[in-house]
C-alpha cells in the first residue's frame, strides 16, 4: 500500500471516498491498524486520559506527544500520521506555535499536527502552513477548552452557535487547513459544515454524514467497559478478554501447572563447581554448555 499523503486525503472526498482515522499512542498498536489499511493514525492528546489516566487532556506535554509519536511511526508504513499539538504549545504565540509543530515533524516524525480552536487561531494556522507544516484543523467540542466550555458538551446546538462552529471551519479552510476534525455537533450541523468546505470533515460524535471519521482505538475495542459514551461503536469487547486471560493465567501459576516443561528451557551439562580452597562455603551449582 502507498503511503497516505496530504493530498491523497483531500482527493478522496473529491472522489466521494470516505476517510478512516483511529487513534494510536504506541508502536504496537500502530503496526496493528495500520496493516487494517486506516488512512489516518491520529497521536491524539486523549492519551492524557487513555493511557495516563488523567481527568482530562490538560496536563499533556509536547514531549509527551513526541515520546508517542516516534513509537507511532516507528510502527506504521501507510496510514498519514497526525500528531495533536497539546494545551499551550500553540496558544501563546504565533512563533511558539510554529517551533513547536516543526518539533514534532523533525523529532517525532508526524506527518501533520493537528489543533484545536477556530477563528481565533486562524492566523496560527496561516503561518505553520506558510513554514511548510500541515495542519488539521480541530471544531466543535474542543476538549482542551473543556473548563471554558463548562464540560464535555455538545456545541452548535443554538442557530447562534451552529454559525459559530461553520464559521470557524470556514476560517480554518481559508487559513489552509487540509481536513478538519468535527467533534460532538448535531449531525445537522456537521452536514452543513461538509458541505460548505471544499477539505474533507472528519467527523466523531457529528452524525454520518462528515467526509470520514475518527474514533479512539481503546474504545472501538473495548479496553475500558465503563466508558461508552453515545458515539461509539464497539467492534470488540477485548477488555473482557484480557480481564479473563489474565485471570486464567493467576489461576495457573497459583496451582502450578504454568509454567510447565514446554515452557522451560533445558542445558546440555549440570555439574558443581568447587569452591576455592580460601572459600569455607558449600559447594556452587554452575549451569555450564549452551541452553537450547
Request: charged share 20%.
Amino acid at each position: 500500500m502507498k503511503k497516505v499523503t496530504i493530498n491523497e486525503i483531500v482527493a478522496k472526498k473529491r472522489r466521494g471516498e470516505r476517510l478512516v482515522a483511529l487513534t494510536a499512542y504506541d508502536a504496537t498498536f500502530a503496526r496493528l491498524i495500520d496493516d487494517a489499511g486506516v488512512d489516518i493514525i491520529l497521536v491524539g492528546d486523549s492519551l492524557g486520559m487513555v493511557i495516563q489516566g488523567q481527568a482530562n487532556t490538560l496536563p499533556v506535554t509536547l514531549d509527551d506527544i513526541i515520546y508517542h509519536t516516534r513509537a507511532v511511526a516507528r510502527g506504521c508504513n501507510h496510514a498519514h500520521v497526525v500528531a495533536d499539538m497539546p494545551f499551550m504549545t500553540y496558544q501563546a504565540s504565533v512563533e511558539d506555535a510554529v517551533r513547536n509543530a516543526g518539533r514534532l515533524l523533525a523529532e517525532a516524525g508526524a506527518e501533520s499536527v493537528k489543533l484545536e480552536g477556530g477563528s481565533e487561531v486562524a492566523a496560527t494556522v496561516q503561518r505553520m502552513v506558510q513554514a511548510g507544516i500541515p495542519v488539521m484543523g480541530h471544531v466543535g467540542l474542543t476538549p482542551q477548552s473543556v473548563h471554558a466550555l463548562g464540560g464535555f458538551v455538545v456545541q452548535g446546538k443554538t442557530d447562534a452557535d451552529a454559525q459559530r462552529v461553520l464559521d470557524d471551519a470556514r476560517r480554518l479552510e481559508d487559513a489552509g487547513c487540509y481536513a478538519i476534525v468535527v467533534e460532538s455537533v448535531p449531525a445537522l450541523v456537521a452536514e452543513a459544515i461538509t458541505r460548505a468546505l471544499t477539505i474533507p470533515t472528519i467527523g466523531i460524535g457529528a452524525g454520518p454524514d462528515c467526509d470520514g471519521q475518527v474514533l479512539v482505538i481503546y474504545d472501538l475495542i473495548g479496553l475500558n467497559p465503563a466508558f461508552k459514551p453515545r458515539f461509539v461503536k464497539r467492534y470488540a469487547e477485548l477488555g473482557a478478554a484480557v480481564q479473563n486471560a489474565v485471570a486464567s493465567y493467576a489461576d495457573e501459576v497459583r496451582r502450578g501447572v504454568f509454567p510447565d516443561a514446554s515452557h522451560a528451557f533445558e542445558s546440555k551439562l549440570l555439574t558443581r563447581v568447587p569452591v576455592p580452597a580460601d572459600d569455607t562455603e558449600a559447594e556452587v551449582l554452575a549451569l555450564y554448555g549452551t541452553v537450547r
